[in-house]
Every structure is written in C-alpha cells, then in structure tokens.
C-alpha cells in the first residue's frame, strides 16, 4: 500500500510544474496545458485524500473539476483560434497588441 505522502508529494511536484509553465512559458496552449496540469494535481489529491478517509466526497469533487476543465479546454482552445486568425500568433504577448 502506497502511503499518502507519496501521492502529495506528486502533486506537489504536478502543481510547481504547472504554475512554472504557466510563469515562464509565452505560448497560450502550453499555458492551457500547464493550467490543465495544475488542475489534475488537484485532482490527484482530492482521490488521495478520499482513498484515505474513505469515503467518496474526494472522487464527487474531481468529477465536477473535471467538468470545469473540459469547458476550460473547449472555450480557451476557442479563444487561441480566434486570435490565432486575428493575429497568426498565439503568443501571450501578441494577445494584448490585437484590437477586437
């Protein structure tokens, strides 16, 4: 049997990468994919908490995250096309120069 700390500690690891991607990177889907990474690191404790506490209040709670992050990923994928024609970049950067 796997201790909690292990799976924390994952998802510790999951987050920090996420939130440096999110920082760091310029490039707006890979920004979606360090937001969706940083959600799934959620998700992964909210299970281990409910494996450990037994019961399913955890696994409820990613169902509903996982919700949020579909329509997240349909609406920004949305977003990046539209700027994408608009501008031919999906740079963060180039972003904030459009004029809708």
């Not at 920004?31 to 037994?54: P, Y």
């Not at 949020?68 to 950067?93: H, N």
Request: charged share 10%; hydrophobic share 65%; proline share 1%.
């Amino acid at each position: 049997m796997v201790p909690i700390t292990h799976y924390l500690i994952l998802a510790l690891l999951m987050f920090s990468i996420g939130v440096v991607g999110v920082i760091v990177r310029r490039n707006a889907i890979v920004v979606f994919m360090c937001i969706e990474l940083m959600l799934n690191s959620v998700n992964l404790t909210f299970v281990a908490f409910s494996k450990q506490w037994g019961n399913l209040d955890g696994q409820i709670a990613v169902f509903f995250v996982m919700v949020v992050a579909a329509a997240e990923a349909a609406i920004g994928l949305a977003i990046i096309l539209s700027v994408f024609r608009a501008g031919q970049s999906i740079e963060t950067s180039d972003a904030a120069e459009l004029k809708f």
